[in-house]
């Protein structure tokens, strides 16, 4: 390297160091307001595992993906079975992940009855890679603070548990809109983690390969 | 190795450091072994095609050069052949054994050839047309033939554009594997930006859409026209994004080690016309085409009006067979082709800048061709012919439903962010290009740019390490 050239990659690196302290700055800022939003009004998903993780009370817990979560009616088995009921099921999730977060729920409470619902699609290599990204999205949240949540991250996801460690912003990755707007905005349907959907209704013909 | 992983970045920095570090006469060797590593990360045996079109073609090279007559051509059909031989061995030969067997199939006959079964080596259109450049190039007199095996091998294997362009040509880069390179201070920030806002596209725009687009297009019987017209829509910002940010990144990483590459998209959204939106997409691609196939073409057409449009549509049938073994693939590029032939018609025919203010001509410009792009995009990404046709009618109908299920998911409010930080980037570089963040003078302002450009990035962005839509093709 020339004399020239040496000059040009200390200004390189110069600049780059005070850009990384710059980000390294604004990350933790905006990460701890991050972090305050979600611990003080969590939305949606993060409230129902919020609730399933640090003060489950319920006698009856249901764990599922999607056809959980908007299948089943926790008012129904609270009328029939006049026992309380909390659905902990999760979009896009499978046994990998119930299996986790049932772990941390029963440290703290055993509850009466507790419903899987599994289907074989979700047996699949692509539904435990989609699964682990789902517990990775809610768990990041709390692997500076629980070290049982920091174990099953190293564990399934040590690349994910980096980039959580480097960055604070990083563990609400795709959370900012509901934690900065909140209830004001979004209307939240959830009914101890039942989360009905309206308007479903399919018009006109489908082929059997596409019927679910 | 994807650009979107980590072991990409950490691949980048060594390999640029050590580039720097050795002296000039080693650093093909490094970029060519970079380069194979690069590829064989993916499918390492394949490098062994790559291997065979390289051989192939190195040598059709200089015996075009050496030669002369009909020898001369007869080499270079022989490279072309062997070429296209691979590509339609790996990529054409299920299809067109289906349809044998379609056909078949209609009198009653079965096709005792099955289809073979094997995976696509990566980026093998891309290559391919990349040293097919070479030899029509040498052939043409445009450029010396390469004696250095390495330096050719390099200008094929090259790791930025190797599996997704843009493909180059020899007399673009050859020469610039030995030109002796400084590490420069100013290249290589202007490198890292165009690799930082490829970044942006490729994981917050197009990795953010592909949720809602994918989840719509493997279902399309369940969906509203409404959903689908939208899903269609974003599909072009996503293929766009996902696309130009690879450009972007190839570009950025080639710029700071001192490399130049053809520019591969210019703000195709912003183009006034249909034909100016292809002009403006996938450039490399599509002059590849107008260079090699339809000038000679155009030649022989001797100014006959239809034959120059048929052309036209000929070579977006090319192009849309290129992308993919698809009759989606071929009859999206028929659909482009016949767009811009009708809008050439209708322009030299009606003449409507006569009538109408160069501003609405603008204005109605950008969003008609943007439609006519985006609709023709759903047989792009449709998964087959009979799903791209219930998509078209359903669109066509406005096929009842609603476009949610319920109240719009939070995701939606992303896609929206996303696209429109898009697209308000772009009309201030198309229309404003004194208007500028990262390029801004004010250290203060460029620095919140780069900032502002992370933390997006870190906040909306998609790190699930999806693959690049063009890494198939």
Not at chain 1, 111 to 120: E, R, T, Y
Not at chain 2, 297 to 303: E, G, Q, S, V, Y
């Amino acid at each position: 390297m020339t004399k020239e050239e040496v000059k040009h990659v200390g200004k390189f690196f110069k600049k780059f160091i005070i850009l990384l302290v710059l980000l390294f700055i604004t990350d933790r800022i905006i990460g701890t307001l991050l972090e305050n939003a979600y611990k003080n009004a969590p939305q949606g998903d993060i409230k129902t595992f919020a609730h399933s993780i640090t003060d489950p009370t319920e006698d009856i817990f249901i764990y599922g993906s999607s056809r959980a979560v908007h299948g089943y009616d926790t008012r129904v088995f609270t009328d029939s079975l006049n026992l309380s009921c909390f659905n902990s099921g999760r979009e896009n999730s499978n046994i990998l992940y119930h299996t986790s977060i049932l772990d941390e729920m029963l440290k703290k409470h055993k509850p009466k009855v507790i419903v899987l619902d599994v289907s074989a699609r979700e047996l699949t290599w692509r539904s435990a890679e989609n699964s682990k990204l789902v517990l990775a999205s809610m768990i990041l949240p709390y692997v500076h603070s629980d070290t049982s949540f920091a174990n099953i991250a190293r564990q399934l996801f040590p690349e994910e548990l980096m980039k959580a460690q480097v960055s604070k912003i990083y563990a609400y990755n795709s959370m900012v809109l509901s934690l900065a707007v909140g209830k004001r905005k979004f209307k939240d349907k959830n009914l101890n983690g039942y989360v009905p959907i309206h308007g479903t209704k399919i018009t006109g013909k489908i082929p059997a390969s596409q019927k679910s | 190795m994807l650009f979107n992983s980590l072991d990409f970045v950490g691949f980048f920095f060594i390999v640029t450091a050590l580039f720097f570090v050795l002296p000039h006469k080693y650093r093909w060797l490094l970029l060519l072994m970079a380069s194979c590593y690069f590829y064989m990360d993916f499918i390492p045996i394949y490098i062994l095609v790559l291997g065979f079109t390289i051989v192939v073609d190195y040598f059709a090279g200089i015996f075009i050069e050496k030669s002369a007559g009909a020898k001369r051509k007869w080499f270079l059909r022989m490279s072309i052949a062997a070429n296209i031989g691979i590509l339609g061995f790996f990529k054409y030969f299920n299809f067109i054994n289906d349809n044998i067997t379609f056909f078949l199939k209609l009198f009653h006959f079965t096709n005792p050839i099955t289809d073979l079964s094997f995976i696509l080596p990566i980026g093998l259109s891309f290559h391919t047309f990349q040293a097919m450049s070479y030899t029509i190039e040498v052939y043409r007199g445009n450029q010396k033939a390469e004696r250095k095996f390495g330096i050719y091998a390099l200008y094929v294997m090259f790791y930025p554009q190797l599996v997704a362009g843009p493909i180059e040509r020899p007399q673009n880069i050859i020469h610039q594997f030995y030109e002796p390179k400084k590490f420069n201070y100013e290249r290589a920030v202007s490198g890292l930006k165009i690799v930082l806002w490829g970044y942006f596209k490729k994981l917050v725009v197009a990795d953010r859409i592909s949720i809602y687009v994918n989840a719509v297009y493997n279902n399309p019987y369940h969906h509203s026209g409404k959903t689908l017209f939208v899903a269609t829509i974003l599909f072009w910002v996503q293929i766009y994004c996902d696309f130009s940010g690879y450009s972007d990144i190839a570009i950025g990483t080639a710029k700071v080690m001192g490399y130049d590459l053809m520019q591969n998209f210019r703000r195709p959204i912003l183009g006034k016309s249909v034909a100016e939106k292809w002009n403006r997409w996938h450039i490399s691609l599509y002059s590849w085409f107008r260079d090699y196939v339809y000038t000679p073409l155009a030649r022989k057409a001797r100014r006959n009006r239809t034959k120059l449009l048929a052309y036209i549509v000929v070579i977006f049938l090319l192009s849309g067979l290129w992308h993919g073994a698809n009759w989606t693939f071929i009859i999206w590029g028929g659909f482009s082709g016949l767009s811009v032939v009708v809008e050439r018609i209708y322009k030299d025919k009606v003449k409507p800048q006569k009538y109408i203010p160069k501003i609405w001509m603008t204005i109605f410009g950008t969003i008609i061709a943007f439609m006519v792009t985006a609709l023709s995009c759903l047989f792009f990404r449709a998964l087959n012919v009979k799903d791209a046709l219930h998509i078209v009618k359903s669109i066509a109908t406005m096929k009842k439903g609603p476009l949610f299920k319920g109240s719009p998911p939070i995701n939606f409010y992303y896609y929206i962010i996303a696209a429109a930080l898009l697209i308000i980037v772009e009309i201030f570089q198309e229309y404003l290009p004194q208007v500028k963040l990262i390029n801004n003078k004010n250290v203060v302002i460029r620095y919140a740019g780069y900032i502002i450009i992370l933390m997006v990035i870190l906040m909306i962005g998609v790190f699930n390490g999806s693959q690049f839509i063009y890494f198939q093709f």
